[in-house]
Each structure stands twice: as structure tokens, then as C-alpha cells.
């Protein structure tokens, strides 16, 4: 069985943004060169997600708005979190965007549906965090 890790890093220039890593993704599946297997990909942050979903600006207005109504930003004072920090809203829609997502790899492709794309969803940006990426298979 053959195993492949690499870290993919990103530094948002907004608070909260949503980032399609499908290419990057794609680029180590490619450099693995594992043709059936599993590729897990995480945020190593816990204000970060990494989630699939479709590429349409649209929705990704949607989500901002959905998830700012879960857990809006300010005021910072309504969370215990917030008493040395100003993110504990980004924990939380980290919680709820969730933090990884598993694809199957099928003849050296990601086997996604017909619009999945993968996201990294920033929630408290402007500096450097990391996402995981780990492929195992043959
Ligand atoms: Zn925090």
C-alpha cells in the first residue's frame, strides 16, 4: 500500500472566505500516483472547515449568511470564549461546516458526484493555517 501526506497552505486576506482547493487536491492525488484508495483531506485549525459542496457564488452568500445567523461575529461580548480571543464564532461555524472530508479515488481520479467541488472555509483568517492531505491506496 502506498501512503502520500502533504500539507497545502493558505493565508485568507479576510476574516471569512471560501476557498475551491479541488485543483490543489487534484495536484497531489497526481503526484501520488495511487490509482484506487482514499484521499483525506482536514483543516489543522479549529477555526477552519474543509467541506465539499458546489461552486456557485451564490450559495456561497447563502452560507455566510446561514452561518452568521447561527453564530454572528459581534458582539464579541456574548461568548465566554471571547475573553482573550475574538473568534469564538469562527469555532463554532468551523463545528458546523465540519472539519474534513474523505473521497474516494477511482482510476487515479477523485471520484466526486457531478458538482462536488472541495472548499476550505477560513473563519478567522488573515494569517497562515494549513490543511492536510492524505492519500492512501495503491
Ligand atoms: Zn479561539
Known sequence: MKSYRKELWFETKNRREFINITPQVEECL??????????????????????????ESGLHHDFEVFLDKLAPEKPYSQYRHNTYEDNADAHLKRTIMGREVVVAVTEGKLDLGPWEQIFYGEFDGKRPKRVLVKIIGE
Open 30 to 55: 497526481r503526484e501520488s500516483q495511487i490509482k484506487e484508495g482514499l484521499l483525506l483531506c482536514n483543516a489543522m485549525h479549529i477555526t477552519a472547515s474543509v467541506f465539499i459542496n458546489d461552486d
